[in-house]
């Protein structure tokens, strides 16, 4: 199975005979198997040419680019696999499918709640009683399958996180540490 390299070191990354080869900035070099690789995420400072482009593309491997403070930047994509159109098409099919929209949005949302309640599950075998907690986020997931809207389906999933957050307060407390306010979309930074 394929899987996604990620390189923190500042360095140059380039083709060496027919598989790749970073060299970090002290001159170690680590050889990377061409043919395990799906995507490399590329968060140092990282020197490359227009060779290694091409290599990548005949490998359909993508290359993710992120900044100092390590936000996403851009990426690239080899044209032949990735950009045809095809994958774009698809996503256009499925946002216009309704049901298809509600099948992935079901997904995303039972998968998030069974790695929440694993977590909840996790603490509670270590000594903290969260099993109300467990049995509300269990009732909600109920009615997972029930929502007819995606918007039904975010309020749904807001909820659960409501739980879930609490617990983490129960959680947190009982260690000694408070969460007095969560902020998002930007978070405040202190």
Not at 32 to 54: D, M, S, T, Y
Not at 93 to 111: D, K, P, T
Not at 130 to 150: A, F, G, N, P
């Amino acid at each position: 199975m394929k899987e996604s390299i990620y390189i923190f070191a500042h360095g140059e990354l380039k083709r060496k005979e027919n598989t790749l080869c970073f060299t970090n900035k002290e001159g170690i070099r680590k050889y990377l198997p061409v043919e395990q690789i799906k995507e490399i995420h590329c968060f140092g400072e990282i020197n490359l040419n227009k060779e290694l482009l091409e290599f990548l593309s005949q490998h359909q491997i993508i290359l993710h680019f992120y900044n100092h403070y390590e936000y996403y930047v851009g990426s690239y994509y080899p044209r032949e696999y990735y950009n045809s159109g095809y994958l774009t098409l698809k996503q256009a099919e499925h946002y216009l499918n309704i049901e298809a929209r509600l099948l992935i949005a079901r997904q995303f949302i039972s998968g998030a709640q069974d790695n929440m309640t694993k977590t909840l599950q996790y603490y509670c075998r270590r000594g903290i009683n969260l099993s109300s907690y467990l049995e509300t986020i269990s009732t909600l997931s109920q009615s997972i399958d029930k929502q007819k809207t995606v918007e039904e389906l975010m309020a749904l999933e807001g909820n659960i996180r409501e739980v879930y957050y609490q617990a983490l307060d129960t959680i947190f407390a009982s260690s000694g540490l408070v969460i007095d306010k969560r902020t998002r979309r930007p978070p405040t930074m202190n």
